[in-house]
């Protein structure tokens, strides 16, 4: 079990290989980051990131809570998109859930938990509105699984639906929005076609597959 002391003695020795690595690393950093991908994932310790895409600091702006969620009221959320979008120029947006999501697991399960059942509500209503498809599998393993890969696509449809990303795509910014969804068994991201592109493709695949 690692003590507090160890994360700051880790730190050091990982500045240190960086620099010795790539001299510049740090200060062509400092001065500026340019990442051509904002990332919205699950806070789960066992998806970091920048480590499971092999992207280096610089390269990924990352937003993460509890289950992936983008919630149009929620300004920490909307901010970051904003940011990303108008002032990074981030060419994609990923939204990037998990097998196995406790968020996900809860919203599924009776009982509460506390504060959290309120975050987790749009995964309970996702839930409903799924009812039918989620009770014809075998067990709670399973359908918790099909909540995530559910609620990666309505996240990514919620993403493409703000303002931030209309407007960017009414000014003909080059955007895309992906919905992906990552197994804690064997480390592999799964691509779950969604791929928005256009205000006209949002539309059309929301008439298609209600999420
Ligand atoms: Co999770």
Redesign the pocket.
């Known amino acids: 079990m690692p003590v507090i002391q160890d994360l700051l003695e880790n730190n050091r020795r990982w500045a240190q290989a960086r620099a010795s690595q790539d001299p510049d690393f740090f200060p062509r950093l400092s001065r500026q980051q340019a990442p051509e991908f904002l990332w919205i994932g ?1 806070a ?1 310790s066992r998806v970091p990131a920048n480590d499971i895409v092999g992207m280096d600091p610089g390269e990924l702006f990352v937003h993460r809570n509890v ?1 992936n969620l983008v919630v149009p009221s929620d300004l920490n959320c909307l901010s970051v998109i904003q940011y990303a979008v108008e002032v990074l120029n981030v060419r994609h947006i990923i939204v990037c859930g ?1 097998y196995g ?3 996900v697991r809860a919203a599924l399960e009776e009982g509460q938990l506390g504060l959290i059942d309120n975050w987790l509500r749009p995964i309970r209503l996702l839930s409903h509105a799924h009812r039918a498809q989620l009770n014809a599998l075998s067990d709670l393993d399973a359908r918790v699984d099909r909540l995530c890969e559910l609620n990666v696509i309505a996240q990514a449809r919620s993403v493409a639906g703000t303002t931030i990303v209309q407007n960017a795509w009414h000014r003909g910014q080059t955007l895309a929005v992906h919905g992906w969804i990552y197994s804690l068994h064997d480390g592999l991201i799964r691509d779950l076609g969604v791929d928005l592109r256009s205000v006209e493709e949002l539309v059309v695949a929301e008439r298609i597959a209600p999420a």
């Open positions: 699950c789960d289950a998990h999501c406790g968020g």
